[in-house]
């Protein structure tokens, strides 16, 4: 299986990102754009949230504002899990299924944002992994 550093070098290098006085409408334009499920919310080079589907569609809904009205950080999830790049694909995984979330910061020992993960890439990761080892073991059974 591939390390955490080896999966984020696969992904692309522009990161889909906002800033908490964004638009909710204007964060929602750039997860459109970018083809992604969420968004790392930054000030600068400082992670200070995320904002996900999953926060528009149960908290806004609350709101007595339109999207094109809410800033971001009236949405956003400001208490973000991360990881750093020598934590395992496994130990991601079992964060994510633990804590209930699609996606996963990854930061460098100074707090600066690597990269995200989501769900997807590490079920893909795995599934690719696991593929590679049924096709050794045939190879090894049928050799």
Excluded at 20 to 36: R, W
Excluded at 96 to 113: A, I
Excluded at 116 to 124: E, P, Q, R, T, Y
Aim: net charge negative; proline share 3%; with cysteine.
């Amino acid at each position: 299986m591939k390390t955490l550093k080896q999966l984020l070098a696969d992904k692309p290098t522009n990161l889909a990102t906002t800033t908490p006085d964004d638009t909710v409408y204007h964060a929602l334009c750039i997860m459109a754009e970018h083809n992604v499920g969420a968004l790392l919310v930054l000030e600068g080079e400082q992670l200070v949230g995320i904002f996900s589907e999953r926060d528009y569609a149960r908290k806004q809904i609350r709101n007595q504002r339109s999207s094109k009205e809410t800033p971001v950080r009236d949405l956003m999830s400001a208490r973000v899990a991360y990881v750093s790049l020598n934590t395992s694909l496994e130990e991601c995984m079992s964060l994510m299924t633990e804590k209930r979330f699609r996606h996963l910061p990854v930061l460098d020992e100074q707090g600066k944002v690597l990269g995200i993960l989501s769900i997807g890439d590490l079920v893909k990761e795995t599934i690719s992994a696991q593929q590679f080892l049924i096709e050794e073991l045939e190879r090894y059974i049928s050799g």
